[in-house]
Every structure is written in structure tokens, then in C-alpha cells.
């Protein structure tokens, strides 16, 4: 990883705002964004980050299947035995058995 | 192929499977009629609207119920949709989709997927306990009842399943046909018996004693198809591999079956066990997996390991039937089935599918066992039969050891794919468009975090609007080595169908480079390396921390600060249950907050106070009868007395106890709010709720109740 002085530039944090530009501020709360050709633009106002992405929130490189949920759906009471389950999808609704559980699935309204 | 082959209601994106080989819907509600939905076994449901993946990958997905049912549950769930109900005339008793479920109690159960009641349920005879199964059997429940899938017919509004019972202190096998609308029996069960014939001509009977009914049931052909092998591969002198049918209808048993070992003699090569004695087996097993139909009616299906011989047996072998098991009509036995056998390799762990195949295209069907050979078989041609000494005739690539099943779907590209399930990773492989042709590597999933708890492989299947572009979604199950049940969902579009970045909760954006480094691809921080990592897999856990992972599937952890914690364990994804998802006492089940902790109710423990459970033990001083989520994910219980307690990361917050009692018990209303109002979704309860605000004083009571959306009660 190469790590060069930028631009003169120094500061306490570093934070992509929404649109994907980097922005900067010192340890004196002030804010800088990135102008794209060597410099830096003061802003009174900080950036517009975006929330943290939610638990599972997932990027796959290329050649991947990208996992877009994963979620403890069930229970096994019994280690000597395969659970050989299958999840079963319909009509908006997912549906997942298992010992002593039947977990439904679906979109909150 | 006979129309029941196919789930009704599902539209076919495949014109090559013709339109007279479906049955005609208005409807587009899909019913799950069959184990892995159709007499093909492609898993694929391509009628679904709702989930696609930006839905699925979206923090609206969200778990709906969970319903307590009393054992283990091996059957997959089989939907009949309101839809189908109305227009069969029971639209005003089923107003929704109705879930069947077969557990190994010998149960079935009818629920209703929007409330999650239990509508109907009913016993059909004492199960099979462990103590009296071959050699006391322990990969399964504490007692075998329905073991299979059963399967639907909806024309004739009934279900079949086979039954584990014991009688008379003896073993029993029965064959129901039970209504679909009051669980009757439509006509008496039917013991299961047959005779097979040897190879000398003399016969043998099929004995219950030692015989697992594992496979799920086929219905195609206007016939009810079972297969049988062992249990723990004991009494190998005894136990062999059956396929047996029924008319249905009728529960006349066929006149032909397959017996899959006819030696007349146990021989003693090969035992895998290093056991001294003989063995048959050549089971029919196949993880649960059920035998498949192609479009002419033939059944095929897998066997398991047996004793090293060819002669008189089929072990480790694709078997082709006629519609009425008078004869093996075709089979493929690979070259190094003695091998196998020798091993307790075989490849009956896994199931065949049958690929639809498109309009003039090859015909081709897969399988897989625990050697990890996925085979590509041309059905247009041989089988492949035995060629000692190899080489085999279908090609093969390794796609993981499996305890398994294939499941199929096609891209928005109109490109036809399997979808492989061996070990920890699902696979995408392209279908060639030749019968000469062999499988194309396409896509691989990430590692499913706890599919280390058994035996490799896993259990897919697949639902896609259609062809619709971001459509196809991959749905597996694995169990964890600490016994829990994980659901994963893939999109089916390689590598565009998550986001391109992700945000910690320093609001760093985390993406990958299009620079790789072996098989792996460089991982960017705002834009830039970092700490010279590299991975396939970039995940945000519940407490917003980065998490990355190499191909070689190990994790690394975001430290803040350009650096790595590295190897230390998998993230906890675990996402918070929606507010107001509610745990009783007799409700069961368990619910997750922000943090990612699972609560549940344990034991009695003081009055009617039930003790709670924080990740599987016991908060101590901890007791109540009813639990949520609130609004901000925080987990919150209520005890008999009408106290609310939050939790607060090490211990239980009470809320201001003067005003929850004053409020809790207002002359004329119960001491605690009524069970059956939380329970229910009917008009009334929402009611109760909405009015509540009203008639309390705008005090304390909002304040000191979890916050829940009134919307998301009904």
C-alpha cells in the first residue's frame, strides 16, 4: 500500500460523503472536501455520510454468489444427526423447519 | 409427465417444457406440493414477485413467527395457497396460505402463514423410539414418525405421507392419504409390504425392522413412489434398498418394485466398518432427497454403498425405472464404486435432478454424493452403465463432498444453471447447450458461517420472477456445531446483485478493487488499500464492524485504526427481530436484539414466571411470561406481576414501578395484559392497542412500555 502526504492536507478523520467524495476534518472540527485536482474546498457544514449499512450488509467480489442474508432460522437439538432441511419459498413467504420450530419469513410492512 | 407432477400454480419460464405439461393456473399464488417443489426436484419456485433481491438484501426481511412445535421436524414444508383453498371452495375457512408440516411424532399440522396459528393438527400413531431402531440409531430424532417429505395432490385435495409407527411392539410402516382440509384419513392407511425377488428367483420380504423411510415421496404417474434403505447402516444382513408405489387414490401397491441388492448371500468385502461379518444394503436414501420424474414418466433415483460386488447389485448407482418398476430400464454405476463402497463413500447421500430441458436442447440430469463428483448425465443417450476400469461415461467436475441435493434455476441471460451444495459453499455451473457438453464453473457462494455442525453439503433451492434481471435469489440451510439452524440467502445474479459498498459505523465505505491477488481481490477503505488486505467477502456485523474474508475463508475484523483482527471467528449477523415480535411462554421460539442476543424463555420457575435465557443460559434473577423487541432493538420482559425490565446489557432495567402498576391494574382490566389479545390478530386486539394512548394519561406509561409499531401487530 503506498501512503503519501496529500496535498498538504492533514486532520483527525477521514469520511466519504453520499455522492462518494473524501472529505477530511482537523482535529479543530473543520471540514475539507476533495476538489479533485490537488486541492481542497473548506465546507462550513460537515458532510452527508451515509448510515452504517445494516448487520449482514454484504459486497462480493466478481465470481461470487453476493450473500444477501444470513440469519439463524431454526434449531437442532440432536448433533449425532444431519439436518438435511430445506427451505421452502412462496407467495412472498419463506419457510424454514426444524426441531421443535417453524420460523416464517417475509418482508415487514 | 403427468400434470401432478408439476406444483400448481408455478408458471414455468421454460417453453420447452411445453404448455401441456402444465396445469393451468389463473392464479399466480404458488402451492409447494412436492419436495423440492416439482417431480423434477429442480427446487425452483419462478413465480415469486415479492422476494427479489434487493428485497431479500434489504433491512425489510425480516422473520415473520415462529411457531413451537413439539420434535424435530425432517420434512420439508409443503404450501397450499389461499388461493388454491378458495377455489376449492374453503376460501372462508383458509383466508390464507396453509403451511402442512410432518414431524417425527407422527404428526401433521395445518398453520396458517399470516398468523402462524395452528389451524388443524392430528396424530397418526406412537412413533418409533430410538431404543428400538437397528443398533439404536442416533442420527435422528429421539423418535422416527414421518421421516420423508410427504407429497400433495392437489386434484384430489389430499396429501400422502408415510407413517413410522409401533405397534404391538413391532415396527410399522403405513402409507396415508389424508383431506387436506380437516386432516382426515380419506381412506385407510395401508401397511407397507412387499416381496422382492433374488437373484436365484427365490424371494425376499421387505422387513419394517430395519428399513429407513428417508427419501421424500414421489407422485407422478398417477402412483405414490418410496424409496427405503438403512438406518446407520445396521443389520447389514438384513437391510437392502427398496423402491416401492402405490396407486394413487387408491394406496394399491404396485405390482413391480426394485429390490437394489438381490444377492442371495451377505458377502463380506469391502465392509467399510472393518466389522467381521456380510452385508447388502445398496440403500435408497439420498439425504431426504426425493426420487425425480423426467417428462416420460421414468423414475430415477441413487443408491448408497454396499459391499464391493457388481454382480446381482447396484451400488453407488443412478437407476433408471419404468413408470411401474417392472424394470431397471438404463443406470450409470461409476468405476470406483468398490472403492467407494470400501470408504462409506457413496453416493446415495445425494439426490438426482432431472434438468428441464430447453426447447430442443440435450436432456440432462445431475448427482452428486460425498466424493464431491457432481454428474452430468445426457438422458437422451445411456445412462453410462458399468465400464470397469473406467473411464466413466458422464462427465463429472468436484463440487464438494455431499450430503446433498442440486437445485436449478435460469439467469435473466436465459443461460440454464445448477446449482451445487457440497460442503460449505453453494455453486452456480452452466448447463451446456450440447449433449457432448460438460458443466461450466460460474460462481461460488462464501463459505455458510456454521455449516461445520455435520456431515459436508446442504440442502437449496431457488426463487426468480421468471427470468427477470435481480430476480433470482439461492436459499440453503446449514446447521452449526452448537445446533443452530442458519438460513442464507445468495443473490443469483454473479456479483452485481449485493451493494457495490458497504458503510461501517465510522461511516468508512468499504468496497473491493478490480486488482487481484491470487483468487482474491484487494479491499479498499474509502477508496484506498488497507493494511494490504484482500478477500472475495466483505460483511458488516450487528455492532457495524467491518468484517472481510480471504478464500481460503478465513475473517478478519476492521481494528479502526489500518489494521486487522485477524482469524478472530465469524461476524455475528445476526439482525434484531422486528419490534413487537412477541415470545410467550407458550408460544416458544426466541428473538434477537440490536446486539445480536437471542432470548428466549427456560423453566418454571417461580409462579407462573417462566425463567429467561440470554444466548442459551439462564439470566439469573431473570423471570417472566412474555418478551419483545422494542423500537430501538432493545429486548424488554414482562412478569406475571405486570413489571416491565429491559435489558441493559448486564443486567435488567425496571421501569418506574409506581406507574406500570397503576397503569397495569386499572379497576375492571387484568392484572396483566390478556395472552390471547397478543396473541391474536384479530380486529379487536389492534383495538385494545390503538386505544390505549387515549384513555391513559399521556404519562409514564408510554415512556415505560417498549415502543412497538401499531402497524406491525396485525
Known amino acids: 500500500m503506498d501512503a503519501q502526504p496529500a496535498y498538504g492536507a492533514y486532520g483527525v478523520k477521514i469520511v466519504i460523503d453520499k455522492s462518494g467524495t473524501m472529505w477530511h476534518t482537523n482535529s479543530a472540527g473543520g471540514w475539507w472536501y476533495y476538489n479533485g485536482n490537488g486541492g481542497w474546498t473548506g465546507s462550513a457544514t460537515p458532510p452527508v455520510v451515509p448510515s452504517t449499512s445494516p448487520a449482514g450488509a454484504t459486497v462480493t467480489a466478481s465470481g461470487q454468489l453476493p450473500r444477501l442474508q444470513i440469519t439463524q432460522a431454526g434449531q437442532w437439538a440432536f448433533p449425532a444427526g444431519n439436518a438435511n432441511l430445506v427451505p421452502v419459498v412462496a407467495n412472498g413467504k419463506v419457510y424454514v423447519a426444524s426441531y421443535g420450530q417453524l420460523t416464517i419469513w417475509g418482508l415487514a410492512n | ?714
Open chain 2, 1 to 714: 409427465m403427468h400434470s401432478e407432477n408439476f406444483p400448481r400454480g408455478f408458471v414455468r419460464a421454460l417453453p420447452a417444457i411445453g404448455a401441456a405439461l402444465l396445469m393451468a393456473s389463473a392464479a399466480h399464488a404458488a402451492d409447494v406440493t412436492t419436495y423440492h417443489y416439482d417431480a423434477q426436484r429442480t427446487g425452483l419456485n419462478n413465480a415469486e414477485t415479492t422476494l427479489t433481491q434487493a428485497a431479500v438484501g434489504s433491512s425489510a426481511f425480516h422473520r415473520l413467527h415462529a411457531i413451537t412445535l413439539p420434535t424435530q421436524v425432517d420434512a420439508q414444508p409443503l404450501i397450499v395457497s389461499a388461493a388454491t383453498m378458495a377455489s376449492w371452495g374453503y376460501g372462508s375457512q383458509f383466508p390464507h396460505d396453509v403451511v402442512y408440516i410432518a414431524d417425527e411424532a407422527d404428526n401433521v399440522f395445518a398453520i396458517d402463514s399470516s398468523t402462524g396459528a395452528i389451524l388443524l393438527q392430528k396424530n397418526f400413531g406412537t412413533p418409533v423410539a430410538q431404543q428400538n431402531l437397528p443398533g439404536q440409531c442416533g442420527n435422528n430424532a429421539t423418535t422416527v414418525g414421518i421421516n420423508s417429505t410427504p407429497v400433495i395432490d392437489p386434484a384430489n385435495k389430499v396429501m400422502y405421507f408415510i407413517t413410522y409407527t409401533w405397534e404391538n411392539n413391532t415396527a410399522v410402516y403405513r402409507v396415508h392419504e389424508m383431506n387436506l382440509v380437516d386432516l382426515s384419513e380419506k381412506i385407510p392407511s395401508v401397511v407397507v409390504a412387499a416381496k422382492g425377488t433374488l437373484s436365484d428367483g427365490s424371494s425376499v420380504s421387505f422387513f419394517a425392522g430395519t428399513e429407513r423411510q428417508r427419501p421424500a415421496l414421489l407422485l407422478a404417474n398417477s402412483n405414490i413412489y418410496a424409496g427405503f434403505g438403512s438406518f446407520c447402516d445396521s443389520n447389514l444382513t438384513i437391510t437392502r434398498g427398496w423402491m416401492l408405489g402405490w396407486q394413487a387414490g387408491t394406496l394399491t401397491p404396485l405390482a413391480a418394485n426394485e429390490l437394489t441388492d438381490q444377492q442371495t448371500t451377505a458377502q463380506s468385502t469391502n465392509n467399510p466398518y472393518g466389522l467381521p461379518g456380510a452385508f447388502f444394503l445398496s440403500s435408497v436414501w439420498m439425504s431426504g432427497f426425493g426420487p425425480s420424474a423426467d417428462a416420460a414418466g421414468n423414475v430415477y433415483f441413487v443408491t448408497g454403498n454396499s459391499d464391493g460386488i457388481f454382480a446381482n447389485n447396484l451400488p453407488d448407482s443412478l437407476l433408471r425405472m419404468a413408470p411401474n418398476l417392472s424394470s431397471v430400464t438404463d443406470y450409470f454405476t461409476p468405476a470406483n464404486f468398490a472403492s467407494l463402497d470400501a470408504a462409506d463413500e457413496d453416493r446415495g447421500s445425494g439426490g438426482v435432478m432431472v434438468v428441464p430441458p430447453l426447447s430442443n436442447g440435450p436432456q440432462f440430469a445431475v448427482s452428486q454424493g460425498k466424493d464431491g463428483r457432481l454428474f452430468l448425465h445426457n438422458l437422451a443417450a445411456n445412462l453410462g452403465g458399468f465400464v470397469q476400469g473406467g473411464p466413466d461415461v458422464p462427465s463429472s467436475v468436484n463440487a464438494g463432498a455431499c450430503w446433498c441435493g442440486p437445485a436449478y434455476y435460469v439467469g435473466s441471460d436465459g443461460k440454464q444453471r445448477v446449482v451445487s451444495n457440497g460442503n460449505v459453499q453453494a455453486q452456480t455451473w452452466l448447463v451446456p447447450t450440447t449433449p457432448s457438453g460438460t458443466l461450466t464453473a460460474e460462481a461460488i457462494s462464501p463459505e455458510l458461517p456454521s455449516a461445520d455442525g455435520q456431515d459436508p453439503g446442504f440442502m437449496s433451492t431457488v426463487s426468480s420472477n421468471g427470468t427477470t434481471a435481480n430476480s433470482a435469489v439461492v436459499w440453503s440451510l446449514s446447521r452449526s456445531s452448537n445446533g443452530l439452524i442458519f438460513l442464507q440467502a445468495l443473490s443469483g445474479t454473479m456479483g452485481s446483485g449485493g451493494p457495490a459498498t458497504v458503510y461501517d459505523k465510522a461511516g468508512n465505505a468499504w468496497s473491493f478493487s478490480s486488482q487481484q491477488v491470487g483468487s482474491d481481490y484487494v479491499v479498499l477503505l474509502n477508496g484506498a488499500p488497507v493494511g494490504g488486505a484482500h478477500g472475495i467477502d466483505i460483511v458488516i456485523d450487528q455492532a457495524g464492524t467491518m468484517w472481510h474474508m480471504n478464500s481460503q475463508n478465513l475473517w478478519w475484523s476492521y481494528n479502526g485504526a489500518g489494521g486487522w483482527n485477524g482469524q478472530s471467528g465469524e461476524p455475528n449477523v445476526a439482525a434484531p427481530s422486528p419490534a413487537a415480535v412477541w415470545v410467550t411462554t407458550t408460544s416458544g421460539g426466541s428473538i434477537v436484539d440490536a446486539s445480536g442476543n437471542s432470548w428466549s424463555f427456560g423453566s418454571q420457575s417461580s409462579g407462573t414466571n417462566y425463567d429467561v435465557v440470554l444466548n442459551g443460559s439462564q439470566v439469573p434473577g431473570a423471570y417472566g411470561v412474555d418478551m419483545t423487541i422494542d423500537t430501538a432493538g432493545n429486548m424488554w420482559h414482562i412478569n406475571s406481576g405486570g413489571g416491565w425490565y429491559r435489558w441493559t446489557g448486564s443486567g435488567c432495567r425496571i421501569s418506574p414501578p409506581a406507574r406500570i402498576s397503576r397503569h397495569r391494574r386499572r379497576p375492571g382490566r387484568s392484572s396483566r395484559r390478556p395472552r390471547a389479545a397478543w396473541s391474536q390478530t384479530a380486529p379487536g386486539v389492534s383495538g385494545v392497542l390503538a386505544r390505549r394512548p387515549a384513555r391513559t394519561p399521556k404519562s409514564s406509561w408510554m415512556r415505560s412500555r417498549p415502543m412497538v409499531p401499531m402497524a406491525s401487530r396485525s
